[in-house]
């Protein structure tokens, strides 16, 4: 017999996209990696931070940003950079509008100069935290 509790389970935690299971309520982790021209990432890092960031900190959910340059480059010469973003869950990293976030990326184009080529890693679902110490 399906209990409450298991319908409650198997409507709000878990959604397929026809391909995977998505955890709704743990956290995600969202990874982008950003590539900008030569000589740019002083200057990107910067905006990203006072655009991008400064935005991410007022929204539902979000618990942290780090941005990371391959130990082999300087900030001087790197030209890609990995943001690893943190949620407090899918839902809320999910429920930011597309129009705000068009919005922001306008802004941030607007002062940078130009759109860095952007990408999702694995894809735009990101990961979930899964194992013992997915949890606090």
Known sequence: ?????????????????????????????????????SNDMERYLTLDNEIWTS??????GFIG???????????????QVYHIIEWASYIQWKNISKETL????KQFVQAFGYAPETKSLPDDDGFQIVGPNSTQ
């Open 65 to 79: 940003k780090r941005s990371l340059l391959s130990t082999h480059e300087s900030v001087k010469n790197a030209t």
């Open 102 to 105: 068009i919005i922001i990326d």
């Open 1 to 37: 017999m399906i209990t409450p509790f298991w319908i409650w389970i198997l409507a709000s935690i878990v959604l397929t996209h026809g391909r995977d299971v998505i955890v709704k309520h743990e956290k995600a982790i969202e990874i982008l990696v950003s590539t900008v021209r």
């Open 55 to 60: 935005f991410l900190k007022t929204q539902d």
